[in-house]
């Protein structure tokens, strides 16, 4: 490594976030584990005030079936086959629009991030077709995709992009202009300056976009899965909606929930991996 690449390293972690060092950090009162079960405390705590009220009688089963009810419910679709269908169908789903949506997504958004002209050409038609709510795209789509896969992949794909494109437009101009100062002064070349000190600035805007398309991505799926579907979890929450059985309808919101939180697990973690030379992210207890 050069000396002028060797400053540059040393450089980026102290100033990416915004050309300061990182605020002081007073110390810790509890520790990463203690911070993990605190986290959990007031789900916890509402999945025993629900089991209460319901074993009391005070929800009926009608409207609000217990917990225990519903984990029974769990394990009965579960020794059938029928939930880990529809899990891994769903889940599938969404990896491959997350794919597509997110890839076509950080494409445009560099280009629109690094040119005046990709933003005038691009950055309009993306806006207009991001203030469109899914369920008015639904019957266009349903004309061009019928009603397979193909349909509820687009949306997932749609609804993935825009987080992504705008966060990823948003990191590459908020870079810091003294680093992007500091690597001519070095004498770095233009493919210099965006693999590292543009691209790895603007990454925490771009992971911050991921974990708000993996939301997104499961809200646009509830809306694919609700025309036309013969498997998956939107699909087991309309046929038990169907027949009255709150339970299972409880239980697909419980399981999006779930897949939820293992989703944001999974885009911190890529934070602490990627940011780990950030002061922000890499010493953080997350």
Do not use: C
Not at 41 to 68: D, F, H, K, M, R
């Amino acid at each position: 490594m050069s000396q002028a690449d060797h400053t540059v390293t040393l450089a980026l972690p102290g100033l990416a976030a915004g050309g300061s060092a990182a605020p002081a950090r007073g110390p810790r009162v509890f520790g990463p584990r203690a911070l993990l079960a605190l986290s959990w405390l007031a789900p916890v705590l509402l999945v025993l005030v629900w089991e209460i009220l319901a074993q009391t009688g005070y929800v009926t089963p009608q409207v609000l079936p217990a917990p225990s009810k519903v984990v029974r419910t769990a394990w009965r679709l579960a020794t059938i086959g029928s939930l880990p269908h529809d899990l891994g169908t769903s889940l599938l789903r969404a990896a491959v629009g997350f794919v597509l949506g997110g890839s076509i997504a950080f494409v445009l958004g560099i280009l629109v991030g690094f040119s005046r002209l990709a933003e005038a050409l691009i950055d309009r038609s993306v806006q207009m077709v991001r203030a469109i709510p899914f369920l008015a795209l639904l019957p266009l789509v349903i004309v061009w995709f019928g009603v397979g896969e193909g349909q509820k992949i687009f949306l997932v794909a749609l609804g993935v992009a825009f987080p992504i494109y705008i966060n990823t437009t948003l990191g590459i101009r908020q870079v810091d202009g003294k680093l992007l100062e500091l690597g001519r002064v070095q004498g770095l070349s233009t493919w210099q300056m965006i693999t590292r000190i543009i691209l790895p600035g603007a990454l925490p805007s771009i992971l911050t976009g991921v974990r708000y398309s993996l939301a997104t991505a499961w809200l646009a799926l509830v809306v694919a899965e609700t025309i036309g579907a013969q498997a998956g979890i939107g699909f087991l929450a309309m046929d038990a909606r169907e027949f009255l059985r709150t339970d299972v309808v409880v239980l697909t919101i419980v399981i999006y929930a779930l897949i939820g939180v293992v989703a944001d697990s999974i885009a911190r973690l890529l934070e602490r991996r990627l940011l780990a030379w950030h002061p922000n992210f890499g010493g953080a207890a997350r």
